[in-house]
């Protein structure tokens, strides 16, 4: 099976074996590796921000509020103004976001709030444009404020969106925000994905498709149109994005999911390593790509790839091997 490698020197430090699920036009899955069940994490925020724009009645956004709204992203200057505009649009507070707060993921950004004498607050929460979403339709639905429950108005949609797009019942657990996060097989996590992909090629062709893909639709064009707002600075994501040869929408979840929508070929992959360590992913999702026929225009050695000690000198790499196991 595909197995990420890290080497150091001649040594082979870790092993990490993966899965890559496709799903192409006509919704025809192909899996190598098992197909896992995995928690669906911070890779379901698109479809979660669609419904939130469904329940907030399809308002006017531009796509940089969509684009962080779908975003995991490292609370620099750039992604805070635009959380901070969607709470004002929707007349929310920050107050009422309930992420939780932690330091910003782009360190520079963090060590300039403690510089200045501030505190790390829900609004640095990489997951706030997505709470700053859900508050506002909680607020629009008339609902409970405290969007969290798994039984609140709010997820249950989430869930029943989800269950149809994955075509799988799910199970569910809590994220690290706080929300509900729902398990499928990766074959349904890249179903789903699959419809982000159609959904632009649709939108992008000028076809009307049906309401919820259309916002999916305009979701994942804002994310490939503005993938530093989805990511941020030196990040895998925004690297993956501007090294693809052509559009892409991409997505990190949290223990090692990456899902990408290819909308010229209406293709979706799902990448999973099953040890859940991040560093294992860039190999993997750079292999999965080229597997699908997709080679992405990366400097050579990629940095993402490579191993360094503590004064910059690069002592090893990470790559992908067929292990037999």
């Known amino acids: 099976m595909p197995t990420v490698v890290q080497t150091r020197g001649a040594i082979v430090e870790a092993t990490h074996a993966f899965a890559v699920a496709q799903v192409g036009p006509g919704g025809i899955a192909s899996v190598e590796g098992p197909d896992v069940v995995t928690a669906f994490r911070s890779a379901a925020k698109p479809f979660q921000l669609a419904v939130s724009l469904e329940t907030l009645g399809d308002p006017a956004v531009s796509d940089a509020m969509l684009a962080v709204g779908a975003a995991s992203h490292s609370a620099e200057p750039m992604h805070l103004d635009v959380v ?26 963090a060590h300039a709030v403690l510089r200045a004498g501030g505190a790390f607050t829900d609004l640095h929460n990489n997951c706030s444009g997505k709470h700053a979403f859900m508050l506002a339709a909680a607020k ?23 269950e149809r797009l994955t075509g799988s019942a799910a199970a569910v657990a809590t994220d690290g925000c706080g929300v509900p996060t729902f398990s499928f097989p990766l074959s349904g996590i890249a179903r789903a994905w699959s419809h982000v ?13 049906e309401p919820f893909d259309e916002r999916l639709g305009r979701i994942g064009w804002a994310m490939a149109k503005h993938p530093e707002l989805t990511s941020g600075t030196g990040r895998l994501d925004l690297d ?31 990448v999973k390593v099953t040890s859940g360590v991040s560093e294992a992913l860039p190999a993997a999702v750079r292999w999965a ?33 067929d292990v037999m196991g």
Do not use: T
């Open 140 to 162: 629009h639905a008339g609902w409970d404020l405290d969007y969290r429950p798994s039984n609140h108005p709010l997820q249950v949609k989430n869930r029943a969106a989800l």
């Open 84 to 109: 901070r505009k969607i709470l004002g649009q929707f007349g929310v507070s920050e107050g009422g976001l309930r992420c939780g707060a932690h330091a910003p993921v782009h360190e520079p950004s």
């Open 240 to 270: 993956i994005v501007r090294a693809c040869p052509e559009p892409i929408a991409v997505k990190v979840g949290a223990m090692g999911l990456f899902c990408m929508a290819l909308p010229r070929r209406k293709l979706a992959l799902a």
């Open 197 to 209: 992909a159609g959904a632009m090629a649709a939108v992008e062709s000028g076809a009307a498709p």
């Open 289 to 321: 790509l080229a597997r699908a026929g997709v080679e992405l225009a990366l400097p050579s050695p990629w940095p993402l790839c490579e191993v360094r000690n503590v004064v910059g000198l690069v002592v090893g790499a990470v790559e992908v091997r």
